[in-house]
């Protein structure tokens, strides 16, 4: 009997260890495009500046960034993909920063429960683990070099060379002069090459989230923005957002709270500036109301997330921002 129930308890339990998971995000603070490679396998055949990785299922894995540049040192690291309060299965956020030496690391930034339903903002390269990383996208171009050769004759004389007789007369005198040129018999053949070099061009398209080859003809201009947050989050998910950004003491981990509930969700004019308020220091408030500018369910209210700011340099920085999206 024994037996029996912790057999019906494994089952019960088999499907909640099928589906813990968890997903990794690594992004470049200052830009840098990187290749990602995990438990020695490649992520991604481009090089991105934010790269997430999801359907892990253990606590560790062995990293390697490598840049684009070649100049900058690889990094090599184990990280956890776990929450580190609770060791759970999370969804967790790591940033490549350079430091005050120039140096480049890889440093902790956020874990999160791993939402049901993610949607990757469009500035994210997305990849399943287990899944080969799709191939470079082709060259966008060729040059076909074509020879062409043009046979030309001139001429013609008879056989025994080509031949001429001069007579002159003068004062009694007759001299009888013949020219003759074995090496013109025959015909006169001359042969002309002619070289002509054809360039190619095939349009593939945009690559999307794959980028481009180095090397390659540059990708046409990208589409029209369009703006992706229609609705912003309830008012239950909203309070529990609120109360996760409330427990932490210093604003660099609010920050980052913040900053991972928008990676999946959208909030309004007035969540925004409730969330903002949240904040000690203004130079936290702005960062916080610059990245959530995207992230607004009714940007045409934008304005008044200003009236949170103290200093009028504060809100025309904001202003300046929204100006240049």
Same mark, same amino acid.
């Given at each position: 009997?024994? %037996?029996?129930?912790?057999?019906?308890?494994?089952?019960?339990?088999?499907? !909640?260890?099928? %589906?813990?998971?968890?997903? !990794? +995000?690594? %992004?470049?603070?200052?830009? @840098?495009?990187?290749?990602?490679?995990?438990?020695?396998?490649?992520? &991604? /055949?481009?090089? #991105?500046? /934010?790269?997430?990785?999801?359907?892990? +299922?253990?606590?560790? @894995?062995?990293?390697?960034?490598?840049?684009?540049?070649?100049?900058?040192?690889? $990094?090599?690291? /184990?990280?956890?993909?776990?929450?580190?309060?609770? /060791?759970?299965?999370?969804?967790?956020?790591?940033? $490549?920063?350079?430091?005050?030496?120039?140096? !480049?690391? #890889?440093?902790?930034?956020?874990?999160?429960? *791993?939402?049901?339903?993610?949607?990757?903002?469009?500035?994210?390269? *997305?990849?399943?683990?287990?899944?080969?990383?799709?191939?470079?996208?082709?060259?966008?171009?060729?040059?076909?070099?074509?020879?062409?050769?043009?046979?030309?004759?001139?001429?013609?004389?008879?056989?025994?060379?080509?031949?001429?007789?001069?007579?002159?007369?003068?004062?009694?005198? &007759?001299?009888?002069?013949?020219?003759?040129?074995?090496?013109?018999?025959?015909?006169?053949?001359?042969? *002309?090459?002619?070289? =002509?070099?054809?360039?190619? +061009?095939?349009?593939?398209? @945009?690559?999307?989230?794959?980028?481009?080859g180095a090397g390659t003809t540059p990708p046409p201009p990208p589409p029209a923005r369009v703006h992706r947050c229609r609705f912003p989050m309830d008012a239950g998910n909203f309070r529990s957002a609120k109360e996760t950004i409330g427990k932490s003491s210093f604003d660099d981990t609010k920050l980052s709270t913040a900053k991972t509930v928008?990676?999946?969700?959208?909030?309004?004019?007035?969540? $925004?500036?409730?969330?903002?308020?949240?904040?000690?220091?203004?130079?936290? #408030?702005?960062? %916080?109301?610059?990245?959530? @500018?995207?992230?607004?369910?009714?940007?045409?209210?934008?304005?008044?997330?200003?009236?949170?700011?103290?200093?009028?340099?504060?809100? =025309?920085? !904001?202003?300046?921002?929204?100006?240049?999206?």
């Amino acid at each position: 009997m024994k %037996f029996k129930k912790l057999a019906i308890a494994l089952l019960l339990l088999a499907p !909640l260890s099928l %589906f813990a998971q968890s997903s !990794l +995000t690594i %992004f470049s603070e200052d830009g @840098y495009k990187f290749y990602l490679v995990l438990n020695g396998q490649k992520q &991604n /055949n481009v090089p #991105m500046t /934010n790269v997430r990785i999801d359907g892990l +299922t253990q606590p560790y @894995y062995n990293t390697t960034i490598i840049f684009e540049d070649g100049s900058k040192p690889e $990094i090599k690291k /184990n990280v956890p993909v776990t929450d580190p309060g609770t /060791n759970a299965f999370a969804d967790v956020t790591y940033k $490549i920063k350079t430091q005050k030496s120039g140096d !480049l690391k #890889m440093r902790y930034f956020s874990a999160t429960p *791993v939402a049901p339903n993610y949607v990757p903002p469009p500035d994210v390269y *997305v990849m399943h683990y287990g899944q080969p990383a799709p191939p470079p996208p082709p060259v966008m171009g060729g040059t076909t070099v074509t020879q062409t050769t043009v046979t030309q004759t001139t001429g013609s004389a008879p056989a025994g060379g080509m031949g001429a007789s001069i007579n002159v007369g003068a004062a009694g005198m &007759n001299m009888n002069i013949n020219i003759s040129d074995p090496d013109m018999s025959m015909g006169s053949t001359s042969t *002309v090459t002619r070289t =002509t070099t054809t360039t190619t +061009t095939t349009d593939m398209g @945009y690559a999307g989230n794959d980028g481009y080859g180095a090397g390659t003809t540059p990708p046409p201009p990208p589409p029209a923005r369009v703006h992706r947050c229609r609705f912003p989050m309830d008012a239950g998910n909203f309070r529990s957002a609120k109360e996760t950004i409330g427990k932490s003491s210093f604003d660099d981990t609010k920050l980052s709270t913040a900053k991972t509930v928008l990676t999946s969700n959208c909030m309004s004019t007035d969540q $925004i500036t409730q969330i903002c308020k949240m904040f000690s220091f203004e130079a936290s #408030m702005l960062d %916080f109301a610059k990245y959530a @500018y995207d992230r607004c369910s009714d940007q045409s209210n934008y304005f008044k997330v200003g009236n949170v700011f103290k200093f009028d340099a504060s809100r =025309t920085e !904001l202003n300046e921002y929204i100006s240049g999206q």
